[in-house]
């Protein structure tokens, strides 16, 4: 089997460098010729709730998505702390375009694969990562029912897009600290590394395939199993490529790309 794994893109608005890279992605004949295409989280940022508005907005991803449905391609997406409570998203996604078949795509926490003797474990990350007490405060309050209520029900659209812009303003700056000490980045990968451990631990697995740290890495466990992680999207300009349980990293852009 063949699988393609991107996250941590940050589509902010249509028309960003973030959107051009996701649908490069989406548009990758590699990436087509998948069994299943996973979007592990944090795609899109912001995007909370079932909003219509979405549609318009993300108008290019929409139309790319269907496309690949109409070819019969599965997704399969994991939520990140970005993109979330947007199952009624799709579930209205599929009522619009009745000619699609529901059944190719899935959103779960996490997906488990057994293939070519491997057992393989997709998720975002953030449920693996340990020693980050303020991040899971952050995530209990978000998940919880009176703010998934909240987001499915009441939250007006434009008040999820303001603090869009807002937040993205801040994490610009801090991706721009994060990227400019190379020791940071050493103290995220080896946690990863660590929360990969003790994750594997309790849940062996032969390779764990994550994002959310932004760090991109590829490790292979003394215990007997990879830990990758494809990173920030915009920086690395890869995707995870696994075909017949082989993990690797491959270009999102091709160099027809380039030439355009
Ligand atoms: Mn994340």
């Known amino acids: 089997m063949k699988f393609s794994a991107i996250s941590d893109i940050h589509v902010k608005s ?34 909370i709730g079932p909003h219509s508005q979405y ?8 139309s790319e998505i269907r496309n690949l449905f109409l070819k019969g391609k599965k997704i399969y997406y994991v939520e990140g702390n970005h993109d979330f409570h947007i199952r009624n998203l799709y579930t209205k996604f599929f009522q619009i375009h009745k000619d699609l078949d529901p059944a ?26 340990l020693n980050n007490p303020t991040y899971k405060i952050y995530k209990a309050t978000v998940t919880s029912f009176a703010l998934r ?32 000490a190379e020791s940071d980045l050493t103290l995220v990968r080896d946690n990863f590394r660590l929360s990969a451990e003790v994750f594997f631990k309790k849940h062996p697995v032969q390779a764990i395939v994550c994002g959310h740290s932004h760090v991109k890495d590829y490790y292979v466990s003394a215990n007997g199993f990879e830990y990758v992680n494809n990173g920030y999207a915009q920086h690395s300009k890869t995707y995870i490529s696994i075909e017949n349980g082989n993990i690797s990293f491959k270009p999102v852009f091709s160099e027809s790309d380039s030439l355009l």
């Open 149 to 180: 209520y909240y987001a499915n029900n009441l939250m007006p659209h434009f008040l999820i897009k303001s603090i869009g812009e807002y937040s993205a303003e801040k994490s610009r700056r801090r991706n721009n600290k994060r990227y400019s």
């Open 14 to 47: 249509s028309g960003d460098q973030a959107e051009v890279l996701l649908l490069a992605f989406l548009r990758n004949p590699d990436v087509q010729s998948s069994d299943v295409i996973f979007l592990l989280g944090d795609i899109f940022d912001l995007m």
């Open 104 to 129: 190719l795509f899935a959103m779960a926490p996490s997906f488990e694969f057994s293939d070519a003797n491997k057992k393989i474990y997709f998720c975002h990350g953030d449920d693996i990562e």
């Open 55 to 62: 549609f318009a907005r993300f108008q290019n991803y929409f």
